[in-house]
T-cell receptor, first 112, second 115 residues
Framework: DAKTTQPNSMESNEEEPVHLPCNHS???????IHWYRQLPSQGPEYVIH???SNVNNRMASLAIAEDRKSSTLILHRATLRDAAVYYC?????????????FGTGTRLQVTL | DTAVSQTPKYLVTQMGNDKSIKCEQN?????MYWYKQDSKKFLKIMFS???????INETVPNRFSPKSPDKAHLNLHINSLELGDSAVYFC??????????????FGPGTRLTVL
């Protein structure tokens, strides 16, 4: 799987939007961009995924650059419960077993 | 309702012992996984089973043996435990195995400590 690069940590104030960046300059045309997060002392949980177009769901939005070499996970109003490690992961479209290759992720701290 | 459950949550044991961790999913998924998260928080896949058949084995020592009695269960047996096996082990499941859009659902983890 292609490599992703994320900042080690970010901070946000509660109720403010958070933009978590991810660089994936070696992404191939068939790689999907996935985001998972891991809350303290819990297993990872799915957040969102996309291929080319921006995506929205109840948890977050995913903005994908036109050249697909970077993407941004957007939490519209951060809460204390959003404090977690956020992982940006690239996955091949088909033909390979569906493993997730986690990097080091971004640790998001949310303060009052 | 717990989607993916693991037992035990904590496991403390001596070097050289044999232990098992159990995983069950009630999502009706065909594929299950074991991941290991070490002390530096790196999370790495170990095994994957689809319909009770092994499809991923990420060069894990053969002291680790997954067993899938049915699609809803994937247990992890570890023989001759070593200090380096201390980690948090996560079980996960997904509907399919080859779809890059597939979502994986993780269990709460089992913290294994080898003394």
């Amino acid at each position: 799987d292609a490599k992703t690069t994320q900042p080690n940590s970010m901070e946000s104030n509660e109720e403010e939007p958070v933009h978590l960046p991810c660089n994936h300059s070696t992404i191939s045309g068939t790689d999907y961009i996935h985001w998972y997060r891991q809350l303290p002392s819990q297993g990872p949980e799915y957040v969102i995924h996309g291929l080319t177009s921006n995506v929205n769901n109840r948890m977050a939005s995913l903005a994908i650059a036109e050249d697909r070499k970077s993407s941004t996970l957007i939490l519209h109003r951060a809460t204390l419960r959003d404090a977690a490690v956020y992982y940006c992961i690239l996955r091949l479209i088909t033909g390979t077993a569906s493993k997730l290759t986690f990097g080091t992720g971004t640790r998001l701290q949310v303060t009052l | 309702d717990t989607a993916v459950s693991q037992t035990p949550k904590y496991l403390v044991t001596q070097m050289g012992n044999d232990k098992s961790i159990k995983c069950e999913q009630n999502l009706g998924h065909d594929t299950m996984y074991w991941y290991k998260q070490d002390s530096k928080k790196f999370l790495k896949i170990m095994f994957s089973y689809n319909n009770k058949e092994l499809i991923i084995n990420e060069t894990v020592p053969n002291r680790f043996s997954p067993k899938s009695p049915d699609k809803a269960h994937l247990n992890l047996h570890i023989n001759s435990l070593e200090l380096g096996d201390s980690a948090v082990y996560f079980c996960a499941s997904s509907q399919d195995w080859g779809a890059s859009t597939d979502t994986q659902y993780f269990g709460p983890g089992t913290r294994l400590t080898v003394l």
